[in-house]
């Protein structure tokens, strides 16, 4: 006779709730269990580390269920999906859920997770007190779905919280083409995970990215006329304002208790739990995830909690009835808006004897960061460079003596016998954080028939988290499989990541089917879904495939391109103008100096390209200050051809032997405006000296003896440095122009986006690029020459916006505004300011 199943409940349909029940079935506790879950959300178990990547509409809301509802009723679980359990009786041991139904249960989990912590500020609500329109938590999917449609009407947006909430958070609006401010109390960013110093590379980082941070700022009052939009701004203790026109608030978590403490369970910031997870006094009842608290302790990481479910699977199903969870080591890998991080343990020295080593290289936003105590790692921090994370985490997780130099944990030398990559560390090692997944549990997925990284990521989730790890799976991967056992996953080949084609079969798809704008592109394409971080590449290409016939939806470009301008780290922009071959006149630079002068220019820079910057011009200026120059846009903004560099050439030196400043002069002018899957540097050199270095442009022209040119592609001279390679040899300047023109348009019709000329180069290889553009082995050149000619015709200066804008926002200006104390007296250490700028408008 089978024996009667006993009755588990859980409440919490979360990832640890969930995630419990995963572990529980693959133990065969399905046959000790019936197994019901309450939910509060109508919906299966989904990733909440992918909510920022859903916000930014990179994926879908279906791309991220772990379990979809079809889960629950093929394992045979009873899922009370969007039924919220108002009562828990531990004495009766029942269940009594919102809409008045009642379950009994023989064991109970409670895994109620965490609710968003709201700060007391005014404003939240409306007079009528509803919550006030435009603010938002950043919790759910629900949360996501209400944000996003309220961004699509709203040019700027404030997320309160620099912690890894309002940071992804952040992310996701600023992927949604809003201007972005993330408003935070604390001294820097993420200051739970990083130091002082790491904060603020963090900071310069994400500044470089578009992002505006204002720190140690506490919001006193979100500012809105009810009935008339909303949220208009906030206003600070410190007196200063910010205009906004929506509110994400990401302030941090709280454990979700109070059903718990209704209960009669011992609660204090968690619900407390003993090392077999129950609720002191009421063994049949236990708890898991961000809402219990074990030894005084709360983890709001997922790594702790997959440690928790596993214990207590192992405990409800008789597979190891004596387990204990007696702690976790809190570390984690994981991606912050696209730039690695990981940490793990404490962030700085706590005792007398700890030792720190750290390196930095902020023009790379790379730091790192070890904290050893007793020749073991008592903590780490690596931002921006984790390689040596999955090495780093072995020794912290088994407390290893890391030897007499920590900094080869770093640097490894080639004599170190530590592990230096995650091919060294053996097969119980983590790689995958987010799920738990080992580096033993890849490779047998890998050996048992998972020969793409697609496929690993899809049997092992490892990677399908924040995606941090998906350069360690793909190691092990390529390590177990060899050469020839990898199969390459088609989407490497994507030109963008949201229309599954490459290049060529991308490029004769928009033509056969006459697509000219990006939204038709997705419709067509992409089966109407769109993707935020696809917009701007297919922009940029549909612009190279229809030149004058393109059109143009600003919603596809990025904050550079819709205001012609480049934004800088404190929102203000920089105005570069067209000055063709670098030489200029007295007139020019009078107005140029007037100009400056008039609109208060924080910094004029003559750039490395031969023009001047006038860098602090706010926004809403941008128009005025164009129409007073009277000079094209520079073009430093975009993806596009930027200038081309000159030496004064035969005129004036006395070892010229070719007029490069008249060749860069008709360069500029034939090809300013020119976009490309990525910006191009020219320069032309008047001898061999080359003192404009065209030999390390994109493209170069170089005068030699005998009135000839010597023409150079895919050189280098920023983070990279490449000598570019000599494609040929010509006799006059309207070879070079022709030839130039050539490769340029071979090079926006092949190129993948975001590749510059010189990986470009090398992909294709300077042998293929001569035979095709020298010696029109294809047949192709007159094609190529024909569409270059069509792109320079179609050439407009977007400078005319000024006169023109697109629409009547397009140069509307967000201000952060400090209240004056008195009259402009500077007591919170700034002038009050002397104008107001609203709608574009200086008031």
């Known amino acids: 006779m089978k024996k009667e199943r006993s009755r588990l409940v859980v409440i919490g349909n979360g990832m640890a709730g969930a995630r419990l029940v995963e572990e529980l079935l693959a133990r065969g506790g399905g046959d000790r269990f019936t197994v019901t879950v309450f939910g509060d959300e109508p919906y299966g178990n989904y990733n909440r580390i992918l909510l920022s990547s859903v916000l930014a509409g990179s994926h879908e809301p279906g791309d991220i269920f772990i379990n979809p509802l079809a889960w629950y009723e093929a394992n045979c679980v009873a899922l009370r999906a969007g039924v919220r359990v108002a009562a828990v009786d531990p004495v009766r041991k029942v269940v009594t859920a919102a809409d008045g139904t009642a379950e009994p249960y023989d064991k109970l989990v409670i895994a109620t997770g965490s609710a968003p912590f709201i700060p007391r500020i005014a404003g939240l609500e409306d007079a009528a007190g509803r919550s006030r329109e435009g603010i938002f938590a950043f919790r759910t999917l629900d949360d996501c779905s209400a944000i996003t449609?309220?961004?699509?009407?709203?040019?700027?947006?404030?997320?309160?919280?620099?912690?890894?909430?309002g940071l992804e958070a952040a992310r996701g609006l600023l992927e949604r083409g809003l201007t972005v401010h993330v408003v935070h109390l604390m001294g820097h960013l993420m200051e739970l995970q990083l130091d002082a110093r790491g904060g603020a590379i963090l900071r310069q980082k994400l500044e470089g990215m578009g992002l505006q941070v204002h720190l140690g700022k506490s919001t006193r009052e979100v500012v809105g006329e009810d009935g008339k939009g909303g949220v208009t701004g906030l206003r600070f203790e410190d007196g200063g304002t910010l205009e906004c026109d929506m509110v994400v608030v990401a302030?941090?978590?709280?454990?979700?208790?109070?059903?718990?403490?209704?209960?009669?369970?011992?609660?204090?910031?968690?619900?407390?739990?003993?090392?077999?997870?129950?609720?002191p006094g009421y063994p049949d009842v236990h708890a898991i995830g961000e809402c219990a608290q074990h030894r005084g302790r709360v983890y709001g990481l997922v790594a702790p909690l997959w440690e928790q479910a596993e214990v207590l699977a192992n405990r409800l199903s008789g597979r190891e009835p004596r387990a204990s969870y007696t702690g976790s080591k809190v570390s984690t890998k994981l991606k912050v808006m696209g730039v690695e991080l990981a940490v793990m343990g404490i962030r700085e020295r706590l005792e007398a004897g700890d030792e720190e080593i750290t390196y930095e290289d902020p023009s790379r936003g790379v730091y790192k960061k070890l904290v050893v105590r007793d020749g073991r790692l008592a903590g780490a921090v690596l931002l921006g460079d984790a390689s040596a994370a999955p090495v780093l985490l072995q020794s912290f997780d088994r407390g290893q003596d890391i030897g007499p130099d920590p900094a080869e944990l770093l640097f490894p030398s080639s004599g170190a016998s530590a592990p230096r990559s995650v091919l060294d560390l053996p097969d119980d090692a983590q790689i995958c954080n987010c799920n738990g997944v080992s580096k033993g549990r890849i490779a047998y997925s890998a050996r048992n028939g998972c020969r793409s990284?697609?496929?690993?990521?899809?049997?092992?989730?490892?990677?399908?988290?924040?995606?941090?790890?998906?350069?360690?799976?793909?190691?092990?991967?390529?390590?177990?499989?060899?050469?020839?056992?990898?199969?390459?996953d088609p989407a490497v080949h994507y030109y963008v990541p949201g229309v599954p084609l490459a290049k060529p079969d991308l490029v004769r798809e928009i033509r056969r089917l006459g697509l000219r704008s990006v939204s038709s592109v997705f419709a067509a394409l992409a089966g109407?879904?769109?993707?935020?971080?696809?917009?701007?590449g297919l922009a940029s290409l549909l612009k190279t495939i229809w030149a004058g016939e393109y059109e143009d939806e600003r919603d596809a470009r990025f904050i550079n391109d819709r205001v012609h301008a480049n934004i800088q780290k404190d929102g203000t922009f920089s105005v570069v103008p067209r000055i063709y071959g670098g030489v200029t006149t007295p007139?020019?630079?009078?107005?140029?100096?007037?100009?400056?002068?008039?609109?208060?220019?924080?910094?004029?820079?003559?750039?490395?390209?031969?023009?001047?910057?006038?860098?602090?011009?706010?926004?809403?200026?941008?128009?005025?200050?164009?129409?007073?120059?009277?000079?094209?846009?520079?073009?430093?903004?975009?993806?596009?051809?930027r200038t081309c560099k000159t030496c004064v050439g035969s005129d004036f030196c006395r070892y010229g032997v070719g007029d490069s400043t008249a060749l860069g002069i008709a360069i500029e002018r034939r090809f300013q405006g020119i976009e490309s899957p990525h910006k191009m540097k020219l320069a032309t050199a008047g001898c061999p000296r080359n003192c404009s270095e065209a030999t390390t442009k994109d493209l170069g022209a170089v005068a030699i003896e005998g009135g000839r040119w010597e023409l150079y592609v895919g050189g280098a001279a920023g983070s990279r440095v490449r000598k570019g390679d000599l494609l040929c040899v010509v006799e006059a300047h309207e070879e070079v122009l022709r030839l130039m023109g050539r490769f340029m348009q071979y090079y926006r019709e092949n190129g993948?986006?975001?590749?510059?000329?010189?990986?470009?180069?090398?992909?294709?290889?300077?042998?293929?690029?001569?035979?095709?553009?020298?010696?029109?082995?294809?047949?192709?050149?007159?094609?190529?020459?024909?569409?270059?000619?069509?792109?320079?015709d179609a050439y407009a200066d977007p400078w005319g916006e000024a006169n023109d804008p697109v629409h009547p926002l397009q140069f509307a200006q967000v201000l952060v505004r400090p209240r004056a104390s008195g009259q402009g007296d500077g007591r919170d250490g700034r002038e009050a300011p002397e104008e107001q700028v609203v709608a574009g408008e200086v008031r």
């Not at 009407?153 to 890894?164: T, Y």
């Not at 978590?253 to 609720?279: K, M």
């Not at 293929?768 to 553009?773: C, I, P």
Request: charged share 25%; proline share 3%; glycine share 12%.
């Open 453 to 488: 990284l697609q496929a690993v990521c899809g049997a092992t989730r490892a990677g399908t988290g924040c995606g941090g790890c998906r350069r360690d799976v793909q190691a092990i991967l390529q390590d177990v499989l060899g050469e020839g056992g990898l199969i390459e």
């Open 528 to 536: 109407g879904r769109e993707d935020a971080a696809s917009k701007p």
């Open 752 to 792: 993948k986006y975001l590749e510059r000329t010189y990986d470009f180069v090398e992909r294709i290889g300077i042998e293929k690029v001569r035979a095709v553009v020298v010696q029109d082995e294809e047949g192709i050149a007159a094609r190529l020459d024909a569409a270059m000619e069509a792109a320079v």
């Open 149 to 165: 449609a309220y961004a699509a009407r709203c040019r700027s947006a404030a997320v309160i919280g620099g912690g890894l909430l």
């Open 251 to 279: 302030a941090g978590i709280r454990p979700n208790v109070a059903l718990a403490r209704e209960a009669g369970l011992l609660v204090e910031r968690g619900i407390v739990v003993e090392d077999d997870l129950s609720c």
């Open 587 to 641: 007139g020019e630079l009078r107005r140029i100096a007037d100009v400056a002068e008039r609109h208060q220019a924080r910094m004029i820079k003559i750039t490395g390209g031969q023009r001047i910057d006038l860098l602090g011009i706010p926004k809403a200026r941008l128009p005025q200050v164009w129409r007073e120059l009277g000079m094209p846009s520079g073009h430093a903004y975009t993806k596009a051809f």
